[in-house]
């Protein structure tokens, strides 16, 4: 059983930055692309960030291109998303997902999910 556990959320300020940490006790995620996905109410889950497994492809939605990174230290079973320059637009539930293999799958492919990290940006 995969268990991915996420945190660091929290209530920022517009402009502010947080750093989300999506964790796993065990090792699969190390060979695992991980996504970051939010869903905000009323609205659907999109996919924010994802990392194939080696951190060497990724990729950002582009809402979020220059203002997030995702990385990872596989040797610590934990991937990161640093969200800089928030906005309002971004307050929604943080997600983790994983599915393990090679490349960036589609956003269907991921199998393990976290239980989310809540994110409010005030204004």
């Known amino acids: 059983q995969v268990h991915l556990v996420e945190s660091g959320g929290g209530l920022v300020q517009a402009g502010g930055s947080l750093r989300l940490s999506c964790t796993e006790s065990g090792r699969t995620i190390a060979s695992a692309a991980v996504g970051w996905f939010r869903q905000a109410p009323g609205k659907e889950r999109i996919l924010v960030a994802a990392s194939d497994w080696s951190g060497s492809s990724t990729d950002y939605a582009d809402s979020v291109k220059g203002r997030f990174t995702i990385s990872r230290d596989n040797a610590k079973n934990t991937v990161w998303l640093q969200m800089n320059s928030l906005k309002p637009e971004d307050t929604a539930l943080y997600y983790c997902?994983?599915?393990?293999?090679?490349?960036?799958?589609?956003?269907?492919?991921?199998?393990?999910w976290g239980q989310g990290t809540q994110v409010t940006v005030s204004s």
């Open positions: 997902a994983a599915r393990v293999g090679f490349g960036l799958p589609p956003i269907s492919d991921y199998e393990y």
